[in-house]
């Protein structure tokens, strides 16, 4: 029973466009979220993070999006880029237990020249 | 500053083996956690370690164990290996014990069992 979602295993944008990533959570006691991002045969890569007292957080071309109603958050990438082809996982933890983190099985973006 | 590091990258073994994992965490990380990225699948957490002590454990059977070591490396140990057991293993450390700022990861271990 997957307590984090991901359900388009697959994203093509073009150069230059907006690419938006969602991620579904069932675990209300969620309260802090991480995108990351890897590449072939390479470790995930952490990218950015919010905190469930925020519904919005922007580091440069990326933004997180947080609607704890809906229990659903996004990424945003303005501009992508070629650079960012990488499979990006959500990761969704509950602060105190155990730090562990529950990722998503992953979406993977393919910006096209 | 080195990142962490893993080893071996890949491994072969034959089921019922057992298998040991290493990892060396980020300088001046003192938490590091483990986990287990089937084909297809996000990365599933094993455990995690802080100042080498277990410090939280996820879904998987006893036959899972680990160490960390005074210098913060750390192993992964998998007894009585099963064709499951085929994955790629993360280690990823923290500079905090909540993992606020993110993990670093390692590039990983391959383990295939035949």
């Known amino acids: 029973d997957q307590q984090v979602k991901q359900n388009s295993p697959s994203l093509s944008v073009q150069e230059g466009r907006i690419s938006i990533l969602n991620c579904d959570y069932t675990n209300s006691m969620f309260d802090y979220f991480l995108w990351y991002k890897k590449y072939p045969a390479e470790g995930p890569t952490f990218l950015i993070s919010?905190?469930?007292?925020?519904d919005k957080n922007e580091d440069g071309r990326f933004t997180v999006f947080l609607n704890k109603s809906a229990k659903h958050l996004s990424l945003h990438i303005v501009p992508s880029q070629p650079g960012d082809s990488a499979v990006y996982f959500c990761a969704a933890s509950v602060t105190g237990d155990g730090q562990n983190f529950v990722f998503g099985p992953g979406t993977r973006l393919s910006v096209l020249p | 500053e080195t990142g962490v590091t893993q080893s071996p990258t890949h491994l072969i073994k034959t089921r019922g083996q057992q298998v040991t994992l290493r990892c060396s965490s980020q300088?001046?990380?003192?938490?590091v956690s483990w986990y287990q990225q089937a084909l297809g699948q996000g990365p599933q957490f094993i455990f995690q370690?802080?100042?080498?002590?277990?410090?939280g454990r996820g879904n998987f059977p006893p036959r899972f164990s680990g160490l960390q070591f005074p210098n913060y490396s750390s192993e992964l140990n998998v007894n009585a290996l099963e064709l499951d057991d085929s994955a790629l293993y993360l280690c990823a450390s923290s500079l905090t014990l909540t993992g606020n700022y993110g993990y670093t990861f390692g590039s990983g271990t391959r383990l295939t069992v035949v």
């Open positions: 300088s001046g990380h003192n938490t």
């Open positions: 919010i905190s469930s007292i925020k």
């Open positions: 370690y802080y100042r080498e002590e277990e410090n």
